[in-house]
């Protein structure tokens, strides 16, 4: 079929060389187109540039969809929908460049029957040349291979659809496979989801647990340090803002607790200026915390600002990270305490200054040990040298005799009794012919439960004081003396004149002259008092004992009252009949002196009871009266020299202060004791006790 074609082809090449042709083969244009007419395969010759059809078969005509009227005709001319198409440009081509051009399955758009329809070819337009060489034609075959195409096609799509299926089939399987793995994987999850949830479940009990057991444990931590016994306080931040304070530290800032939740520079603003709000800044910023021991802060309490003393420390609160967020002030408050003992050491500072300024000896006796330790001041109060090492007995040793056996008798009465010791008595100095005098004046010293710790006082040199009283004494002993001596005369004068009148019966001079001698009398008995305190002072005191009875010499002292104070009861309670041994002289001046007391100090009262008793071996003497009374004070110091109650509602009582005085030393002098017992108001009882012999 093929080589028919291409002799086909060959003869109707160009028209006009049909006759060449049918020449050599004897056939007429007429029978060889008819000849091609009959071919199966379509085809058609062009001319000339404007591709002119020269010969178009049935089967070409019919693939254009038009009639035998188109030959002749420009191809776009004949076929107007080739416009717009390929082809004409490419039958152009081939006549020029003089190459065959050729495709297959080639879509070309043709009207068929009214309608454009695609279709499509295998087709060749090939270039007829002459003998020179030059293309005069072109010869058009085709194949009409559309129901090929389409076949192709529609497999194509088959298979293309085959192959999506098959993809989809595998992708299917693929999904399924997936499907299943994520089944499996959604179990897993959902198992897991499950467990997570108990576990969410437990995890939430626990974090409710640990919510509760904090909330309890920060409760009761408030709680805690609410009740604190010491003071605390936490700051929060560097503006140090108050987010805690108990009753203790409010208290000791004198401050309500409106303060917290303020920085602290607001709430105590007279911390302004002071050291501890830059000490917490630095605490904040350092984290290390910072001690404080008996340090004073100001504090305004109640409108004043006031001392405040305690032991403290900032304690840095830090978080996760280490950064400080709080600080935690924890104090004792000690102001209390050191004020107290700021006080204790004020008065040791003034004692030491006291000691010092008088030139005072100190000593200081361990109440167990009696150990013995002398400042240096004693030391040379006795004659030492400062530093020397002197013991009690090197010191007594310089005492006279008769009163060391009194400062002897002194020390260990305070020491088992914790009496106050006091006792003036002279120095004996070696090779020094000089007198000193010195006072001491100590006590027994106890801690808090009474425990007995030391015997200690104070020494002074008296020696000047004692001269001066030695020359005020001498002083009063010679003008005594001196008016001794008159008294006695004028006595006897009036007893003279006395008799004189009681024989002349004048009863007027003789009233009159028993009235002068009892004046004279009481001015004896005063002038008797200076006499016996210079002797006394002098040493030259002198007891002359004997026994006698002594209720009975307090019924002639009593007797002898009477006569004065005609006015007076008086009542006795008398002892059983003891025989004393004491200085009837003196003791009867000592009853003398507390009766007539007893009548002075009684402006309106009018009883005086006098009582002997006998305890414990002692004979006890009491003068009670209704009288003045004495308050507490005054009764301690009522057996001192020269010492008088300022009586401002009985201006007119006299005295001189020295019967009691006197009193005192005739009874210590017999080693027994004396005392008063009184109320300012309601009367004294004054009593005295001897010692009985045996
Ligand atoms: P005077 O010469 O002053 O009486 P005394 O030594 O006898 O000296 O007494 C001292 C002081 O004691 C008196 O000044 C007086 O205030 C007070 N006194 C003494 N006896 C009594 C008494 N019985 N009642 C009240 N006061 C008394």
């Not at 994520?182 to 499950?194: D, G, S, T």
């Not at 304690?315 to 935690?328: D, E, F, R, S």
């Not at 361990?366 to 002197?390: C, I, P």
Request: net charge negative.
């Amino acid at each position: 079929m093929r080589i028919k074609i291409r002799v086909s082809i060959f003869i109707a090449t160009c028209p006009y060389k049909l006759d060449e042709m049918n020449r050599n083969c004897h056939l007429t244009d007429r029978e060889i187109l008819d000849v091609l007419s009959m071919s199966a395969n379509a085809f058609a010759v062009y001319s000339t540039e404007e591709i002119i059809i020269q010969i178009a078969n049935d089967a070409m005509i019919a693939f254009w969809g038009k009639d035998r009227s188109i030959i002749g005709l420009p191809l776009d001319e004949a076929v107007p929908e080739l416009k717009g198409q390929p082809f004409i440009g490419m039958l152009k081509n081939v006549l020029k460049t003089g190459i065959t051009d050729s495709g297959k399955a080639v879509p070309a758009e043709t009207m068929i029957g009214g309608k454009l329809r695609t279709s499509y070819y295998d087709y060749e337009y090939r270039a007829i040349k002459n003998e020179a060489g030059e293309t005069y034609c072109i010869l058009h075959s085709a194949e009409d291979v559309t129901s090929n195409v389409l076949n192709l096609q529609a497999l194509e799509r088959a298979r293309e659809k085959e192959e999506q299926l098959e993809k989809e089939q595998q992708f299917n399987e693929e999904l399924a496979a997936t499907n299943e793995e994520l089944n499996a994987i959604n179990e897993e999850l959902h198992q897991a989801k499950q467990s997570l949830q108990s576990l969410n479940e437990e995890l939430e009990g626990r974090v409710l647990e640990r919510t509760i057991a904090l909330a309890e444990s920060e409760a009761s931590v408030r709680y805690m340090i609410a009740d604190a016994p010491i003071a605390i306080a936490v700051f929060k931040g560097r503006d140090m803002i108050i987010e805690t304070a108990n009753q203790k530290i409010l208290e000791a800032w004198g401050k309500k607790s409106d303060i917290i939740g303020k920085p602290l520079h607001i709430g105590i603003p007279e911390l302004q200026g002071q050291q501890f709000l830059s000490i917490l800044d630095h605490v904040y910023l350092t984290g290390e915390p910072y001690y404080g021991n008996e340090v004073k802060a100001l504090v305004e309490i109640d409108h004043t600002i006031k001392e405040l003393y305690s032991n403290f420390v900032y304690h840095p609160l830090k978080n996760g990270q280490g950064q400080v967020t709080q600080i935690m002030l924890i104090a004792h408050v000690v102001t209390d305490q050191v004020l107290a003992r700021k006080k204790v050491e004020d008065a040791e500072e003034m004692l030491r200054f006291s000691v010092e300024a008088a030139n005072a000896g100190t000593w200081y006796m361990d109440a167990d040990t009696h150990e013995f330790k002398g400042s240096g001041r004693l030391k040379e109060l006795f004659g030492f040298d400062r530093d020397e090492e002197v013991s009690f007995a090197d010191i007594t040793s310089r005492i006279p005799e008769d009163y060391r056996e009194r400062v002897d008798a002194g020390v260990k009465m305070a020491l088992s009794t914790g009496e106050k010791y006091y006792i003036e008595h002279p120095v004996v100095k070696p090779g020094d012919h000089k007198e000193y005098w010195v006072s001491a004046q100590g006590k027994l010293y106890a801690n808090s439960e009474g425990k007995a710790l030391h015997f200690s006082g104070l020494m002074l040199d008296i020696t000047r004081q004692k001269q001066d009283e030695h020359r005020k004494n001498d002083f009063i002993s010679m003008v005594s003396h001196e008016l001794k001596t008159p008294l006695t005369s004028l006595s006897g004068y009036i007893q003279l004149l006395e008799r004189n009148s009681k024989k002349t019966e004048d009863s007027f001079s003789s009233q009159m002259l028993q009235k002068a001698g009892n004046q004279l009398n009481k001015m004896t008995s005063m002038i008797n008092g200076f006499l016996n305190i210079s002797r006394l002072e002098s040493g030259k005191i002198h007891l002359q004992k004997q026994q006698f009875e002594l209720d009975a010499l307090i019924r002639d002292m009593i007797d002898d009252t009477r006569i004065s104070a005609s006015n007076f009861k008086f009542e006795l309670i008398p002892c059983e009949p003891v025989l004393v041994w004491a200085d009837r002289d003196k003791i009867g001046s000592v009853i003398s002196n507390l009766l007539s007391n007893a009548v002075k100090y009684s402006p309106n009262k009018h009883l005086v009871v006098v009582k002997c008793e006998i305890k414990d071996n002692n004979a006890e003497v009491s003068i009670k009266d209704e009288g003045l009374g004495i308050d507490h004070d005054d009764a301690l110091r009522l057996f001192e020299r020269f010492y008088r109650v300022d009586h401002k509602d009985n201006p007119n009582i006299s005295g001189f202060g020295i019967g009691l005085y006197l009193s005192a030393e005739i009874i210590e002098h017999h080693g027994g004791k004396i005392w008063v017992e009184s109320e300012k108001g309601k009367g004294s009882t004054f009593y005295f006790s001897l010692p009985l012999p045996g």
